[in-house]
C-alpha cells in the first residue's frame, strides 16, 4: 500500500471544507436520498459520501457501513479527489495502490471501488459519492454515468451551500442600487419564463406573474380573487396541505412537488411546484413565495417516451430546481440597518432565488453587449462557469458565428431606434455550448433602462427534447410500423411533388400498384406473426430492387406501391421494373424452419409530363390495372 497523493490546492480545498460546516454533523436527506438510490441501481452493499479531512475520512452519508470516519491514509477517496475522472478499480487485490490495503484485507474486505469526485464552484474536490463491493465487478457505461449524475447532483447541493455562503457576505448600501435591484426584480418576475407568486398565509394570491396566468388561462385581476385551493386537483390537496404544514411548522425550510392543477379552462395542467417561506424580523410568517414550472409537454411526453436514462436526468434537472430561501440569512445584520438598507437586503434575496433557481438559463447583458449576469442553469446548458462567463460578448459565447453578425446589428437598432422584432416574444433560436454542440433553446429577451443605460434581460429554456419528440412523431406519422416503408399519408405527399418533378423535368413517372397473391392463405393457416415476417420481407426486397429516386410504400394489408421517376423510356421502363419486383416476390421465403411461397398482381399506371392527375386518380388508375391483372391469371403485371 503506497501513502495517499496530495492535492495541489490543498490549504484551499481545506479551507472551504472547514467553511461549508459539513463535517461531524448530522445526517441530512438531501444526501441519503442519494447514496440509497446508488446502491439499489448498481445493487453494490456499501455506497458513502466521504468528505476528505487533513488527517482523516469523515462520512456525511454511508448505507452498508457501521464506520463514520476512517484514516486519510487508507481512503481510497483521497485518490479519487486528485483527478477530474472517476477512480474506478475493478479488483483491489490486483492493484498496487490498495491490494495490501487494510480495508481490502480485512474488513470490510473492499474488492471493487468506484468513486466520482464531489466539486464546489471553483472546481475543488472536497470529497467524493463512491460504491464498494465485497467481490469484483465492472461497471457498465450506463452505470458509471449514473454514478457521475449522481455525483453531479451532490456537487450541486455544495455548490448551492457555497453560494448561501457568499451571499451573507454581499452587503450595499445606496438608494440608487435598491431602484436597480427593485427595477430587475420586476422585470425579472413579470418576463421569467416560470411562474412566480406570493400567495398570503390564508392562501389567497397577493402577486402573480404573466407566466402563471398564461398556464392558467386567468388574467391577473381573475386569479388574485381565487386561493391555491381553487385551481388545485382534489386529489393533489392533501399531499400540498401536508407540507405546507411542515413548512409552517418549521419542519422543512422548502417543498417541492409535481402536482396538477385547473386552468380557467377545466382541463387539467402539470406543474412542478417549489413553495418556500419569507419571515418578518420578529419570525412571523409574511407569505409563501412559489415557484411554478408548466410541464404538460414533459408529462405527455413521458408517457411515450420515458426510459431509465431519461429518468435519471429528470431527477437531475429536477434537483437543480431546488430552491432555498435564505429567510433569516441576514436577519442580525440588518437590525441597525436604515430602512433602505433592510428593503436593498430582501430586493437581492428575492431576486437571487429567482434566478439561480430558475428553470430557464438566465443571462444579463449590459448596453455594450458584455454579460453581467450569468445563473447556475446558464452554466450548466452552455459549460461556460459564471466566472468565465462574465464580462465577456455573448456572441463570442452561445451565439453561432453564422448569426453573430445579425445580433450585432440588431443591438444597435435597438440602441438607435428603441425597436426590435424579437423583443418580448417566445422565439425559436440556435445556440452553441462551449464544446461547439448546437442546440435549439425558446428565447425570450426583454430591455430595461437604468441610469440611462441599456441592460438585456433573456431567459433560455434548452427544448432539444421536445423537438427530437416532434421529429420522432412526424416520422411515425409518414412511416408503417410493422415494415418501416412510408405509409398511405407519405404516398398522398409524395405524389404531387413526383408529378411537378415529372413536369419540370418533361420525363414521365409511374406507380406501381401490388396486391400479394397467396397471401391470406399463409396468415390464416400460419397465424399472425407469420403474415407479418412474410410482410417484412417483401417490403426489405422491394426496397433493394429499386432506385434511390423511386419510392416503395404500404398502403395496408398486403397492398403495397411503388413510385417511379425519370422513366426515361416511359411505360417500357416501369413494364421492366414491375417484372423484375414480380421476381423477386416469387422467390422462395424462409420461415423458421420451413419455406413459403408467393406471387403477386402488379398494376401500371403512367403519368406523363403535361397530364393533369390528382394523386387520388393516379392511384385509383394503378389500383384497376392491378384487378385486371388478377382477372387475367394473377402472377402477373398490367400495363393500364
Same mark, same amino acid.
Given at each position: ?6 492535492? +495541489? ?9 472547514? %467553511? ?25 452493499? %456499501?455506497? #458513502?459520501?466521504?468528505?476528505?479531512? !487533513? ?28 483527478? =477530474?475522472?472517476?477512480? *474506478? ?20 474486505? *473492499? ?8 466539486? +464546489? +464552484? ?9 460504491? @464498494? ?5 465492472? #461497471? ?46 420586476? =422585470? ?7 411562474? %412566480? ?12 406573474? &404573466? ?12 386569479? %388574485? ?13 392533501? +399531499? ?21 392543477? @385547473?386552468?380557467?379552462?377545466?382541463? *387539467? ?20 413565495? #412559489? ?13 411515450? #417516451? ?41 430586493? $437581492? ?48 459565447? @452561445? ?76 416520422? $411515425? ?36 400498384? @401490388? ?8 396468415? &390464416? ?27 416503395? /410504400?404500404?398502403?395496408?394489408?398486403? $397492398?403495397?406501391? /411503388? ?13 421492366? /421494373? ?6 423477386? *416476390? ?19 399506371? /403512367? ?6 392527375? =390528382? ?13 385486371? !391483372? ?11
Amino acid at each position: 500500500m503506497t501513502t495517499y497523493p496530495m492535492p +495541489s490546492n490543498e490549504t484551499e480545498r481545506l479551507n472551504l471544507l472547514y %467553511i461549508l460546516n459539513l463535517l461531524d454533523t448530522q445526517e441530512e436527506p438531501v444526501f441519503d436520498h442519494i447514496t440509497r438510490m446508488v446502491a439499489k441501481i448498481l445493487d453494490v452493499p %456499501i455506497v #458513502l459520501v466521504s468528505l476528505v479531512d !487533513a488527517d482523516r475520512q469523515w462520512f456525511k452519508s454511508r448505507v452498508g457501513l457501521a464506520a463514520t470516519e476512517t484514516p486519510r491514509e487508507l481512503a481510497f477517496c483521497a485518490h479519487t479527489i486528485i483527478d =477530474t475522472t472517476p477512480l *474506478i478499480v475493478t479488483d483491489t487485490t490486483l492493484d498496487a495502490r490498495f491490494k495490501d490495503n487494510p480495508l481490502v484485507t480485512g474488513d470490510p474486505h *473492499i474488492r471493487f471501488y468506484a468513486g466520482v469526485p464531489l466539486r +464546489s +464552484s471553483g472546481g475543488l474536490a472536497i470529497g467524493t459519492l463512491c460504491a @464498494i463491493d465485497s467481490k469484483p465487478r465492472l #461497471l457498465s457505461e450506463d452505470e458509471t454515468n449514473i454514478l457521475i449524475d449522481m455525483a453531479a447532483l451532490l456537487s450541486r447541493e455544495v455548490q448551492l451551500r457555497e453560494s448561501v455562503i457568499l451571499i451573507r457576505n454581499q452587503m450595499s448600501h445606496s438608494e440608487q442600487a435598491i431602484e436597480a435591484v427593485e427595477a430587475r426584480f420586476r =422585470t425579472v418576475f413579470e418576463r421569467a419564463g416560470v411562474g %412566480i407568486a406570493l400567495v398570503a398565509a390564508d392562501g389567497g394570491w397577493i402577486r402573480v406573474n &404573466d407566466a402563471l396566468c398564461q398556464t392558467l388561462g386567468y388574467s391577473q385581476e381573475e386569479l %388574485i380573487k381565487l386561493t391555491f385551493v381553487d385551481i388545485t386537483h382534489p386529489q393533489d390537496l392533501d +399531499s400540498d396541505f401536508y407540507l405546507l404544514q411542515q413548512l409552517i411548522g418549521n419542519e422543512i425550510d422548502r417543498y417541492q412537488l409535481e402536482k396538477r392543477y @385547473i386552468n380557467k379552462s377545466g382541463n *387539467i395542467v402539470w406543474v412542478n411546484l417549489i413553495v418556500t417561506k419569507q419571515m418578518s424580523k420578529q419570525g412571523e410568517l409574511e407569505y409563501f413565495v #412559489l415557484i411554478i414550472k408548466d410541464i404538460q409537454a414533459r408529462k405527455e411526453a413521458e408517457a411515450s #417516451l420515458a426510459d431509465l436514462r431519461k429518468d435519471l436526468e429528470e431527477r437531475v434537472e429536477t434537483r437543480t430546481q431546488d430552491l432555498r430561501l435564505a429567510n433569516t440569512m441576514l436577519s442580525s445584520s440588518m437590525e441597525q440597518q436604515l430602512r433602505s438598507e433592510q428593503e436593498l437586503r430582501k430586493r $437581492e434575496a428575492e431576486l437571487q432565488m429567482v434566478i439561480e433557481n430558475a428553470n430557464d438559463a438566465y443571462v444579463c447583458i449590459n448596453h455594450i453587449g458584455l454579460i453581467t449576469d450569468w445563473n447556475r442553469q446558464a452554466e450548466q446548458t452552455f459549460g461556460w462557469s459564471r466566472q468565465e462567463a462574465i464580462g465577456r460578448r455573448l456572441e463570442d459565447m @452561445i451565439i453561432p458565428a453564422a448569426m453573430r453578425k445579425a445580433h450585432r446589428e440588431g443591438m444597435k437598432r435597438y440602441l438607435n431606434t428603441g425597436e426590435h422584432p424579437v423583443l418580448n416574444q417566445r422565439i425559436e433560436l440556435t445556440a452553441v455550448r462551449r464544446n461547439g454542440e448546437m442546440l435549439p433553446v425558446e428565447v425570450r429577451v426583454c430591455a430595461l433602462s437604468i441610469d440611462g443605460k441599456t441592460i438585456f434581460s433573456a431567459f433560455l429554456h434548452d427544448i432539444t427534447d421536445r423537438k427530437r419528440a416532434e421529429a420522432i412523431r412526424d416520422h $411515425e406519422a409518414l412511416h408503417d410500423a410493422l415494415t418501416g416503408l412510408p405509409n398511405r399519408r407519405a404516398l398522398f405527399n409524395l405524389l404531387p411533388q413526383a408529378e411537378a418533378r415529372a413536369k419540370r423535368s418533361q420525363v414521365a413517372m409511374a406507380l406501381l400498384f @401490388i396486391d400479394l397473391d397467396g397471401f391470406k392463405a399463409i396468415n &390464416d393457416s400460419q397465424g399472425h406473426e407469420a403474415g407479418d415476417m412474410v410482410l417484412r420481407e417483401v417490403a426489405s426486397r422491394l426496397h433493394k430492387c429499386i432506385r434511390q429516386t423511386d419510392t416503395a /410504400v404500404r398502403l395496408g394489408g398486403d $397492398e403495397f406501391t /411503388v413510385v417511379l421517376e425519370n422513366l426515361v423510356n416511359d411505360a417500357t421502363d416501369a413494364n421492366k /421494373v414491375a417484372k423484375k419486383i414480380l421476381a423477386v *416476390i416469387q422467390r422462395p421465403i424462409r420461415l423458421g424452419t420451413m419455406t413459403v411461397n408467393i406471387s403477386a398482381s402488379i398494376g401500371i399506371a /403512367v403519368h406523363y409530363p403535361n397530364e393533369v392527375n =390528382t394523386a387520388d386518380q393516379l392511384v385509383n388508375r394503378a389500383d384497376a390495372a392491378m384487378y385486371e !391483372a388478377k382477372r387475367a391469371g394473377k402472377g402477373r403485371v398490367f400495363l393500364q
